[in-house]
């Protein structure tokens, strides 16, 4: 195939991309059978006031509990099926068993989940959201979706138009990753978010790094200014969390504060002490 080309025929796919494209083929066939089997399912990690140690909300995480591949973490299949449409089905999935299994325990702690842009692209995703509240009776105020800033990448008003409506039902729109797009601060001001999670990649460099602890600092005055709240992801370390409590960062989540699991329990019941609301 490759000699093929040198001679100058015309390829529309190189190995790599054909290998690509037969892998997500794949992909959406068995991701198909794979809600059937509930080989997917959810599991939510904590997220902790820095200066109590409360929870105070939680994210809700896809797995995939694959047949050969074994256990699949969102970061192994999640980019794939957001390149076809099977993100639709996946996402509707997670919201609808996130809602069902927040109502069925009783939580009153807020849950976010992660909706990708591909979601938004069909531009029936407001009215499948307002189907599962209504469905499950969750209380709009108890869910948060999370978005990347990608989000704004795409046709503009048509994506910005839907995150107000989501806003206007009482859902709250947090930023994801927050740092690591291309032009974040233009996003902040073309858009009313809830809250943003600064990005694992900056608080990995902490404390040591000057330059990052400077950066994470003002990220911190910035949502205090604007009245919005903030999260640093991927806290790993003692010392992380102890500079981010002097630091003016509220709120934290990573592996040293609760790995993500399957347990989705009230903070107040977890922690036996009275958990402020954001
Ligand atoms: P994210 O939304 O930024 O989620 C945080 C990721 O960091 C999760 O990986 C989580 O397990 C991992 N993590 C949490 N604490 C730590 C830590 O202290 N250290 C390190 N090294 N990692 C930590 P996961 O579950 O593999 O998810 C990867 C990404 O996949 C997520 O990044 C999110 O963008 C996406 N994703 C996950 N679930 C869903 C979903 O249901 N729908 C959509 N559209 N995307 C999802
Ligand atoms: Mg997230
Ligand atoms: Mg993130
Ligand atoms: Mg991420």
């Given at each position: ?25 794949r ?50 299949f ?12 996946l996402g ?8 069902l299994?927040?109502?069925?325990s ?7 989940v992660?909706?990708?842009?591909r979601?938004?692209r069909?531009g029936?995703?407001?009215s ?16 948060a ?30 930023l ?37 602890a ?9 949502a ?12 790993e ?24 699991d ?17």
């Amino acid at each position: 195939q490759a000699k093929q080309s040198e001679k100058g025929s015309v390829r529309l796919f190189t190995p790599t991309m054909e290998a690509e494209y037969l892998g997500r083929l794949r992909l959406e066939a068995e991701l198909g059978v794979a809600f059937q089997r509930n080989e997917i399912f959810v599991v939510y990690q904590p997220i902790v006031d820095v200066a109590t140690g409360a929870i105070v909300s939680a994210e809700a995480l896809v797995r995939w509990q694959h047949p050969t591949r074994g256990l699949l973490s969102a970061g192994a299949f999640v980019p794939s099926a957001e390149a076809s449409d099977i993100i639709d089905e996946l996402g509707e999935y997670v919201l609808r068993t996130t809602c069902l299994q927040m109502v069925a325990s009783g939580t009153r702690l807020p849950v976010a989940v992660n909706l990708s842009p591909r979601q938004l692209r069909s531009g029936r995703f407001v009215s499948i959201l307002q189907r599962i509240l209504s469905d499950t009776g969750l209380a709009p105020e108890l869910l948060a979706l999370e978005v990347t800033e990608s989000v704004f990448m795409g046709t503009g008003t048509h994506l910005l138009d839907q995150l107000a409506a989501i806003r206007a039902m009482g859902v709250r729109v947090v930023l994801d990753d927050f740092g690591t797009g291309y032009s974040s601060l233009t996003y902040l001001r073309g858009f009313d978010v809830d809250g943003i999670k600064i990005d694992a990649s900056f608080t990995r460099d902490l404390p040591h790094s000057r330059k990052v602890a400077a950066i994470i600092r003002t990220i911190g005055r910035l949502a205090s200014d604007m009245n919005i709240y903030v999260v640093a992801e991927g806290v790993e370390t003692e010392e992380q969390l102890h500079w981010l409590r002097g630091n003016g960062i509220a709120f934290a989540q990573g592996f040293l504060l609760g790995r993500p699991d399957g347990r989705l329990l009230d903070g107040e019941a977890r922690t036996g002490t009275t958990t402020r609301r954001w």
